[in-house]
């Protein structure tokens, strides 16, 4: 009979089984997700960085200062403080590229590093997901045992 009721309560659904799957499925889907937004801060910092590369090597002060207009907002706060002192000359678009590519490799590492960090805390949440769907908190109290012979005198008032 003990073996019955161990039975009963060990096995597990399939849809609680199939449930705890999806839950690491979506796991794995957000992280393939993730992936495709990892680059973009470098591909927009390579593209304008292009761009003011181009305007150099044409030698138009007109492109320049276009080329660097359109780098003014992918840059960050500190960057645009140096930005601001640059003139609007080759010199002043080849330290605007720097600038451009050091903000650029700055964000997609801070990209790459919320996306591990949310995969991580999704996991997580996941596995206790999982834990609580299959049910191994549920499992009852073990059975009061009866008193030993010397632990009679204890219980008798």
């Known amino acids: ?22 839950a690491f499925l979506m796991l794995g889907l957000i992280g393939v997700f993730a992936t495709y937004a990892a680059p973009i801060p470098a591909m927009r ?3 304008t960085e292009t761009a003011l590369l181009k305007a150099i090597a044409a030698q138009n002060p ?4 276009q080329a660097m207009q359109q780098a003014k907002p ?3 706060i500190q960057s645009l403080k140096q930005f601001a002192t640059l003139p609007q000359t080759r010199q002043g678009a080849l330290a605007a590229a720097i600038l451009l590519e050091h903000d650029s490799t ?24 999982g834990v609580a769907l ?11 045992v009866a ?11």
């Not at 007109?62 to 200062?65: L, N, P, S, T």
């Not at 008193?147 to 008032?157: G, L």
């Open 62 to 65: 007109a492109q320049i200062q």
């Open 1 to 22: 009979m003990a073996k019955n009721e161990t039975a009963k309560r060990i096995r597990v659904s399939s849809g609680r089984i199939g449930l705890l799957l999806t």
């Open 74 to 76: 992918m840059l960050g």
């Open 45 to 47: 910092g390579m593209i």
């Open 106 to 129: 700055a964000g997609s590492q801070l990209i790459s590093y919320r996306l591990r960090l949310e995969i991580i805390v999704i996991g997580i949440v996941a596995a206790l997901f």
């Open 147 to 157: 008193p030993h012979d010397d632990q009679q005198e204890i219980m008798q008032p």
């Open 134 to 144: 299959l049910g191994i908190g549920d499992a009852a109290p073990p059975s009061p």
